[in-house]
């Protein structure tokens, strides 16, 4: 399994944007902020309706109508972030998926940071209802908040190993 | 039924998580900073690439075998701004680098980043690190 997934990051090294992305002068370093530019707004809005489940800003919207105005920034961030990353991984992917904070961060807590934040908006229509929000609500938004901070100190981590 | 898709979806990732063998890869790197070693080999191939060059050589050690190391050097942009190209160095080139090596006592050591540029003599000249 491993064997074969490095393999595959062999290949997406020796495709045409593979090998672009790694030995461009300029294009690494766009391709970077493209990563960082989709991950601010991702996170942004995640934050935004996190921080809103506890409780900032309750006199001006309810979560539901916070997260339903987000929705199309915070999936448009989504996928600027994954595009980002996955033209950086397409460089050097195989020195990736042998890197410890890399394994940790796309291997546990992206997808279970991905799968708490859909469930949090799935359960925001209805826990945000109301400008105070339950308990079970400011409980999702901390963890959630605490899971993409662990997510993007793994990610800081990923050059130090 | 989705969430439960979705449990065995991160329950998987945590399986590969735990299954990929970690050493099967050189790329662990923390370097000794404290210590500076000097090699001196041949240039057996060049990575002018992202996030980092690389300078693969071969050295020969007291007792006549080679070593083969591998040092990391800064990103394309960093090498760029010091005066490097990709034929800057060459397969065959004889060199002799500074380099820290990592702790762990492997052929792996860094030699350049954005903050530093260790000495490096190629065919007899040295690299001004600018």
Redesign the interface.
Same mark, same amino acid.
């Given at each position: @399994? %491993?064997q074969s $997934? +490095?393999a595959f990051c062999k290949w997406l090294e020796s495709t045409w944007w593979g090998t672009g +992305?790694?030995?461009? $002068?300029?294009v %690494? /370093?766009f391709i970077q902020l493209i990563h960082f530019s989709g991950l601010s707004l991702w996170l942004g809005t995640n934050a935004a309706v996190d921080l809103r489940l506890l409780g900032v800003g309750k006199k001006r919207q309810t979560a539901a109508q916070l997260s339903d105005a987000l929705l199309v920034w915070n999936w448009i961030g989504f996928c600027i972030v994954v595009l980002g990353g996955f033209l950086l991984f397409s !460089?050097?992917g195989?020195?990736y *998926? !042998? &890197? /410890?904070a890399f394994? *940790?961060k796309l291997? @546990?807590l992206v997808? $279970?940071a991905l +799968?708490w934040h859909? +469930?949090v908006q799935q359960k925001t229509r209805t826990w945000g209802q109301t400008p105070e929000t339950p308990a079970a609500a400011k409980l999702a938004g901390l963890v959630e908040l605490l899971l993409w901070i662990s997510v993007v100190t793994a990610a800081v981590e990923i050059? &130090?190993? | 039924m989705r969430s439960y898709v979705l449990g065995l979806l991160v329950a998987a990732a945590g399986v590969f998580l735990i299954s990929s063998p970690t050493s099967a890869h050189h790329g662990l790197a923390h370097y000794d900073m404290k210590k500076t070693i000097a090699l001196s080999g041949t240039v057996t191939a060049f990575d002018w690439g992202n996030p980092h060059c690389l300078i693969h050589m071969d050295v020969m050690d007291d007792g006549g075998h080679f070593q083969h190391w591998t040092l990391e050097m800064s990103s394309i942009s960093a090498m760029s701004r010091r005066g490097w190209a990709k034929d800057t160095l060459k397969r065959g080139d004889q060199v002799i680098v500074e380099t820290h090596p990592a702790q762990n006592g492997t052929s792996l050591g860094i030699s350049s980043s954005p903050d530093f540029a260790l000495k490096l003599v190629v065919n007899g000249k040295e690299i001004p690190s600018r």
């Amino acid at each position: @399994m %491993y064997q074969s $997934l +490095v393999a595959f990051c062999k290949w997406l090294e020796s495709t045409w944007w593979g090998t672009g +992305v790694r030995t461009s $002068l300029w294009v %690494y /370093p766009f391709i970077q902020l493209i990563h960082f530019s989709g991950l601010s707004l991702w996170l942004g809005t995640n934050a935004a309706v996190d921080l809103r489940l506890l409780g900032v800003g309750k006199k001006r919207q309810t979560a539901a109508q916070l997260s339903d105005a987000l929705l199309v920034w915070n999936w448009i961030g989504f996928c600027i972030v994954v595009l980002g990353g996955f033209l950086l991984f397409s !460089a050097t992917g195989s020195t990736y *998926v !042998a &890197n /410890p904070a890399f394994q *940790v961060k796309l291997g @546990m807590l992206v997808p $279970l940071a991905l +799968v708490w934040h859909i +469930v949090v908006q799935q359960k925001t229509r209805t826990w945000g209802q109301t400008p105070e929000t339950p308990a079970a609500a400011k409980l999702a938004g901390l963890v959630e908040l605490l899971l993409w901070i662990s997510v993007v100190t793994a990610a800081v981590e990923i050059p &130090n190993h | 039924m989705r969430s439960y898709v979705l449990g065995l979806l991160v329950a998987a990732a945590g399986v590969f998580l735990i299954s990929s063998p970690t050493s099967a890869h050189h790329g662990l790197a923390h370097y000794d900073m404290k210590k500076t070693i000097a090699l001196s080999g041949t240039v057996t191939a060049f990575d002018w690439g992202n996030p980092h060059c690389l300078i693969h050589m071969d050295v020969m050690d007291d007792g006549g075998h080679f070593q083969h190391w591998t040092l990391e050097m800064s990103s394309i942009s960093a090498m760029s701004r010091r005066g490097w190209a990709k034929d800057t160095l060459k397969r065959g080139d004889q060199v002799i680098v500074e380099t820290h090596p990592a702790q762990n006592g492997t052929s792996l050591g860094i030699s350049s980043s954005p903050d530093f540029a260790l000495k490096l003599v190629v065919n007899g000249k040295e690299i001004p690190s600018r």
